[in-house]
């Protein structure tokens, strides 16, 4: 018996409807990123990082004590070793000095060298006398301690001149340390003290950045963990002031994955000649693909 007409018209159309479907699934399925060759990657626009200075330091009051001169204000550029700020040091110029006067005496040795001179002298007399049986034996054992006694003093007068030199490298380095010298090329960020000032230890006096180069450091997606490439340059989209792209080189990845974000850590060096831009700003990368 044959189905009705009215029946076989709607197996018709659902016929039509799915082939029509399968033509959509199968161009959806052509036109997918994986297959047609996009190797953008994911999104990184929303993993966001910041641009720091690549050295910075708080330099504290290095003892106890009152804050005589301060050389540098904010905003000034220190070379390595140039001499920041000054502790009173009055008091302890009095000590290197005392002992530079101890290291440079000679006194000592020459009264040792003199005592040891003499006992030479009365031990070759007695070994003379005791020859010709003019003396007993126990006066040349005499005269022999006291030649060694006389050598053991020379010996303690040298040893003491020795303590005396470490000594003065010893006062003259706490000397050193009450002035305050620059780690390294940077600028001064902040000023924390003034001179007539008196600190404790826990106290600043100076902060120094370096800010050429900077240092962004972004959070990336563990997924492209082997995609990067250290010393490769990426594009970095830089947000508020600087609102423009810059080439970031991959310095560092923290070979750790942060759990809660499923990221690592990655440092980016961005040049920054006589530091136009200012550190803080908000960079993110643009893509994986690496700047010739």
Known sequence: MSEPRPRRHMM???TTISLAAGVVLVGAVMLSPAQSGDTAGPDLSRFEGIAYPS?????NAPI?????AIHFEEGDTVTAGELLAQMDDAEQLVVVASAKLQKDSVAEINRAKFALDEAVILLDRATITFQRDA?????VRRAQLQKDQAEADLQIAHDRKALAGANLELEEARLKRLRLLAPFDGEVIERNAEPGATLTQTDPVLAVALLDPLEAHINLPVSVFDNLKIGAVYQLDAGDPINQTLPGRLKHVYRIIDTASETVRCVFTIE???????????VRMRSLTTVD
């Not at 106890?64 to 005589?68: E, F, N, R, S, Y």
């Not at 006589?274 to 908000?282: E, Q, R, S, T």
């Open 12 to 14: 018709k159309r659902i």
């Open 55 to 59: 050295k910075q330091v708080v330099l």
């Open 64 to 68: 106890d004590g009152k804050l005589t």
């Open 135 to 139: 003396a007993s034996e126990w006066e």
């Open 272 to 282: 920054n000649p006589d530091a136009k831009l200012i550190a803080g700003f908000p």
